[in-house]
């Protein structure tokens, strides 16, 4: 069992920086595959970042490359999301999540593939 508690979210200008951490509570933090998702309110679900076990190895979407960098720290069970130059089409409600399956190259981008969820933390970014 894994709980995971987003925060670090808030309202930021457009061009400003935020960084979410995710905090697990449970056993075998470092056995997880680690993933960011988003909702932005009336769209589906997607797909921010995700990041390998001992943390070598990290997936992004394509909308937030080059802007946003994902991290963990096995030691204190906790996952970052460095957001650099957001934009207001950032703005969404976001979560991390946990899977126990091994994902590589697309199958981060599954929501399927995680079994455990956060609440979420909100992020505003006005223009």
């Known amino acids: 069992q894994v709980q995971l508690v987003e925060s670090g979210g808030g309202l930021v200008q457009a061009g400003g920086s935020l960084r979410l951490s995710c905090a697990a509570s449970?056993?075998?933090?470092?056995?997880?595959?680690m993933g960011w998702f988003r909702q932005a309110p009336g769209k589906e679900r997607e797909f921010v970042a995700g990041?390998?076990?001992?943390?070598?190895?990290?997936y992004y979407a394509d909308s937030v490359k080059g802007r946003f960098t994902i991290s963990r720290d096995n030691a204190k069970n906790t996952v970052y999301l460095q957001m650099n130059n957001l934009k207001p089409g950032d703005t969404a409600l976001y979560y991390c999540?946990?899977?126990?399956?091994?994902?590589?190259?697309?199958?981060?981008?599954?929501?399927?593939?995680?079994?455990?969820w956060g609440q979420g933390t909100q992020v505003t970014v006005s223009s």
């Open positions: 999540a946990a899977a126990s399956k091994v994902l590589y190259g697309g199958s981060y981008s599954l929501g399927s593939n995680y079994y455990y």
């Open positions: 990041i390998s076990r001992g943390g070598t190895s990290t």
């Open positions: 449970g056993r075998s933090f470092s056995s997880y595959y």
